[in-house]
């Protein structure tokens, strides 16, 4: 498919819970807070009427004469949230969104809104430090921050994703995007650097949180449709309102197409659903459902000759007889092993791809014991059910997992200073047994014998603690700790078959490993005055390896990786937010992190897995965020993205075997693969906004990915690409009793037909004739070529 692509602070926090009575907020001090640059989503009012509300910030128009930009996709930190918001329990919800002191990025829908908008890479390349590419699947991609997933085959790691304040990602760390159609959400809170000290395990690179579109904000019902080239065609309806003491909200979406590759047809179907109601004064609950199923073909990852030859896996249909550059793979005729035989197909021939479910169901319960003080209770039911033969074995099994969390989120004065405190406890855990069966030939993905059974058990718990007070009118301090504990329990049975008879011999490995991870932070936020905010950060991540990582060997073959060890990160941020009014908005992060053991997997010449992990013993990370937003002129708007990455490892030794031949290579010094230097987003766009032409508008867009090394000894490279898009748009309200308004817009993707790699997974390095070289393992994806789009919406009452 076409891819668019300190244990003082916790002492604080217990003081101020169990003795501090409550405080009101000085409305003086409100009076005098910056107004946040990032623009949020709509969200019901946290005060009840029947209490005293906590002082409300002063709004802009009774502020200044310098109103601060409205800049939906720009990071701007903004003030402390015991500045910015009214309750306890909006500043609960803050924490999932742009918590103080952290390096952020919301973006609003007005940024996706008129345009087609596919996968979740259409929303998050509006973010610096974001960078996607395209996974096993049409909207599965890897999503990295800082480059956090670049390291990674499939799926998205060492980032935690959040839905409406509900984890998406399962206790093992693994998130995918295929659940995600960009149409469902209002907005997308983008937060970036180690997180761990609020979002536990896995978050070494930050975390996201996807809004869905308040029912109240909705108030009625739309209807969309998009389509263009490859067959696609997308459907859907949100419905939603706002009722009494009930807010609720229902999303549903079919999406299918040819897609751009060959053997890439997919079909996918998507529910979300979010109500919330108020029972009593004191008291909400929320329930969240989500359901993706998913069917779809998958192309074969190629080589680096082969995408040059045919990047698009065009005429691959016969395996005897099929185009130069088609990539193919080996299938055992017996099912079992070579001794019957290998027969060569195409992933046509072979039938591969994937038929997943996931279902997530959660329910909240928050209590407010008064405006300053709530309890939040949540729990979230997460199944993933797959079968996946993606090459000469399928993996199949079924993975639920369930997430408790509580905490209490007070907010008064310590000692007469203005106060935020947060406390939580969690458990979650996830038990599976999953197959790796063969894959015969002779189409449809039949399946041959078990080659492997992986049956294991996460289990994480632990606490966070986190303190917010504000020092002076311009200075707050953040102080945050997480300790977290994680047990993996699991054992490996691999099938071996020696002989032609089908008779199997096993071999079974077990690991039973326990991590104890501590995660502190500090931050503090100084605003210089109206137009701005300098903030600087130094915290924690971590993340623990997933069970199946301590089963593969470098050969790719089943057995014993359980030495791997947790990942840590301490990074250092420095920023400022520059806001000088309301048509401009600049903001800029340098960052340098410090990585332990980091947890790095690449692509392996094996038959049975694809991948292997291993941890590098040291490394570092720095770069800068850049992000702008400028309105020069009525209806004309600038806006940009860019990122800067420089990650390098400077404590690693790879051994590589050459027959009975070990030779080491020292990779201090050597850039970390799958890290692209350089990477930007800009738009210029214009609106008009009266007459009879108000409404219309377009953009023309530009997408710059450098090139990046592909392996460890930095031998080859994916080259890097441009892009540039164009978007024409029309949105008018329609006067009616049954329609709201109308919205068209046309758009050309890859205007120049640039042939470009999206996505280039990490290659293993191999000893050719005592020679260092790249093994020839298929890693890549094209991105799409050329493609034209368009769609419609219409909002009912």
Request: some cysteine; hydrophobic content about 35%.
């Amino acid at each position: 498919m076409f891819r668019r692509h300190a244990l003082g602070g916790v002492s604080v926090v217990a003081l101020q819970l169990v003795l501090l009575p409550p405080a009101t907020v000085a409305s003086a001090q409100s009076a005098r807070e910056l107004p946040s640059v990032t623009v949020d989503a709509p969200r019901p009012a946290a005060p009840r009427a029947a209490r005293k509300p906590a002082a409300q910030p002063i709004s802009v128009s009774a502020r200044a004469p310098k109103p601060v930009a409205s800049a939906a996709n720009i990071s701007g930190q903004g003030q402390a949230a015991s500045g910015r918001l009214a309750g306890a329990s909006a500043a609960r919800d803050q924490l999932s969104q742009s918590p103080s002191g952290q390096t952020a990025t919301t973006i609003d829908r007005s940024r996706f809104d008129d345009r087609p908008a596919f996968s979740v890479g259409d929303i998050l390349r509006e973010s610096p430090g974001v960078s996607v590419k395209q996974g096993n699947g049409p909207r599965d991609l890897g999503i990295s921050i800082r480059g956090s997933n670049a390291r990674n085959g499939f799926g998205i790691r060492n980032i935690v994703l959040f839905e409406d304040g509900f984890p998406v990602t399962q206790p093992d760390g693994l998130s995918r995007s295929d659940l995600i159609d960009p149409h469902a959400y209002g907005a997308v809170d983008v937060i970036r650097g180690p997180s761990s000290a609020l979002y536990g395990n896995y978050a070494t690179g930050g975390a996201i949180n996807f809004r869905t579109r308040p029912g109240g904000s909705i108030d009625g019902a739309e209807i969309g449709s998009e389509g263009g080239s490859f067959g696609y065609l997308s459907n859907y309806l949100a419905f939603g309102k706002k009722v009494g003491n009930f807010e609720g909200s229902l999303f549903t979406s079919d999406v299918r197409g040819d897609g751009y590759l060959g053997n890439s047809w997919f079909n996918t179907q998507t529910v979300n659903f979010l109500g919330t109601v108020k029972v009593t004064p004191d008291d909400r609950f929320t329930v969240k459902i989500i359901n993706n199923d998913l069917t779809t073909r998958l192309p074969v990852r190629y080589t680096l000759s082969n995408y040059y030859l045919n990047p698009y896996q065009q005429g691959c249909t016969n395996g005897k007889s099929f185009a130069a550059g088609c990539q193919t793979v080996g299938l055992n005729k017996n099912g079992f092993n070579t001794l019957g035989g290998v027969d060569t197909e195409t992933a046509l021939q072979a039938g591969l791809g994937r038929n997943d479910r996931r279902t997530i169901v959660g329910g909240r319960w928050e209590h407010d014991f008064d405006n300053n003080t709530t309890w939040r209770n949540q729990f979230v039911f997460d199944d993933r059910n797959i079968s996946q033969p993606t090459g000469s074995t399928s993996a199949i099994g079924d993975y639920p997992s369930y997430n408790y969390m509580s905490d209490i989120t007070r907010r008064g004065e310590i000692f007469g200073l203005e106060s935020t405190a947060f406390f939580g406890a969690f458990y979650n855990t996830l038990t599976a047994s999953g197959d790796t069966r063969f894959v015969v030939p002779g189409g449809n993905a039949a399946l041959g014998r078990l080659s492997g059974n992986t049956w294991s058990e996460t289990t994480n718990y632990g606490f966070r603690a986190r303190e917010e007070l504000k020092l002076t009118a311009a200075l707050t301090a953040v102080a945050g700790l997480g300790w977290e504990r994680t047990h993996l329990r699991g054992v490996n049975t691999a099938y071996n078959y020696k002989d032609a008879t089908g008779i199997a011999t096993t071999s079974i490995t077990t690991a039973d490993r326990q991590f104890d991870n501590l995660a502190p932070e500090l931050a503090l936020l100084y605003k210089v005055n109206s137009d701005w905010l300098l903030r600087a950060r130094v915290a924690t991540g971590y993340g623990t390896p997933q069970a199946s990582n301590l089963f593969v060997l470098p050969t790719g073959a089943f057995g014993n990786n359980t030495q791997l060890k947790s990942q840590t990160n301490l990074g250092y941020d420095v920023g400022f937010d520059w806001t000088p009014n309301r048509t401009v908005t600049v903001s800029a992060t340098g960052f340098y992190e410090f990585f332990r053991n980091e947890i790095v997997t690449q692509a392996v010449t094996g038959s049975l897995n694809s991948s292997y992990t291993f941890n590098a013993p040291r490394s570092e990370h720095r770069g800068v965020e850049l992000a702008a937003d400028w309105r020069f002129l009525p209806g004309w708007r600038f806006t940009a993205a860019y990122t800067y990455l420089d990650q390098v490892y400077t404590d690693y030794t790879e051994n590589l075997a050459s027959g009975s031949t070990l030779f080491s290579f020292n990779r201090a010094g050597n850039k970390i693969p799958g890290i692209s230097p350089n990477e930007l987003t800009a738009r210029l766009g214009y609106d008009h906004d009266s007459g009879r032409l108000a409404g219309l508008g377009g953009f023309v867009e530009v997408q710059w990915k450098d090139s990046f090394y592909m392996d460890n000894g930095n031998l080859q490279k994916a080259p890097g690409y441009e892009l540039v898009n164009l978007n024409v748009h029309y949105k008018t309200e329609l006067a009616s009793e049954t329609f709201k308004s109308l919205n068209v817009f046309f758009e050309v993707r890859n205007v120049f037909d640039r042939t470009y790699i999206a996505s280039a997974n990490n290659l293993q390095n191999a000893m050719k004739s005592g020679v260092q070289d790249v093994a020839t393992t298929g890693t890549i994806y094209a991105g799409s070529p050329r493609a034209f789009l368009a769609g419609m919406k219409v909002a009912f009452r």
